[in-house]
């Protein structure tokens, strides 16, 4: 069964600073990787997205991946309050899959 | 459309009453899914439909849930003989063609209260 397991936090950080979201997968043929964010009684909203090894960066955003050890994060630099949200992490899986495969969801808190 | 569009953004039934919610999606995206997100919890698949293709229903949580889709059109997901237990925001999303370089795009949801 393919897994996407994320710590559901909540992660506070003190605004400013960079804060570390962690996910890891557990279907080896997993290609792409997506991390959402969604805030309070809102829907997900895509903020990045990362195919290859290594970094992806935007803006504040850095995805990261590594498909060795199965593992995705999302590093936000100087954190603001706005930026507080559940993170989403997801992946998709190779050639004929069609369906994301979501994490629970990360909470992050980032105080002034 | 600009966006994924879903309709009514709130709904409260009476227990024992179907409902039906619609998805309207982004114009040109041919898959469509449907999710269910229980306060506090996460993302619940239900079901996808892809082009013409048969939908892939192993999400549905009982046979009072059904969808239908026309084409790459909008959807409409019935519940039928509501339960509080079916009290939860119904998300749709849409995304352009089946490979690895899109994820989803969602819509604002249906916030479902059974009383």
């Known amino acids: 069964q393919k897994e996407v397991e994320q710590n559901s936090g909540p992660l506070s950080v003190p605004e400013g600073a960079i804060a570390s979201l962690n996910c890891t997968y557990s279907?080896?043929?997993?290609?792409?990787f997506f991390w959402y964010r969604q805030y309070s009684g809102k829907s997900p909203e895509l903020i990045m997205s990362?195919?290859?090894?290594g970094d992806k960066e935007d803006g504040r955003f850095t995805a990261q991946l590594n498909k060795a050890s199965q593992y995705v994060s999302l590093l936000i630099r100087d954190s603001q309050p706005s930026d507080s949200a559940t993170y989403l992490c997801?992946?998709?899986?190779?050639?004929?899959?069609?369906?994301?495969?979501f994490g629970k969801g990360t909470k992050l808190s980032v105080i002034p | 459309g600009a966006g994924v569009s879903q309709s009514p953004s709130n709904k409260v039934t009476e227990k024992g009453k179907d409902v039906e919610l619609r998805c309207d999606p982004i114009?040109?995206?041919?898959?469509l899914y449907w999710y269910r997100q229980r306060l506090g919890q996460g993302l619940e698949f239900l079901i996808y439909?892809?082009?013409?293709?048969?939908?892939?229903k192993s999400g549905l949580p009982s046979d009072r849930f059904s969808a239908e889709r026309t084409g790459e059109s909008v959807s409409t997901l019935t519940i039928q003989r509501t339960q509080q237990e079916d009290s939860a925001v119904y998300l749709c999303?849409?995304?352009?063609?089946?490979?690895?370089?899109?994820?989803?795009?969602f819509g604002s949801g249906t916030r479902l209260t059974v009383v």
């Open positions: 279907d080896r043929g997993s290609q792409s």
């Open positions: 997801a992946a998709l899986s190779g050639a004929g899959s069609y369906q994301l495969t």
């Open positions: 990362i195919y290859s090894n």
């Open positions: 114009s040109g995206h041919t898959a």
């Open positions: 439909f892809q082009g013409n293709s048969a939908p892939d």
């Open positions: 999303a849409s995304r352009p063609i089946p490979t690895e370089a899109y994820g989803y795009t």
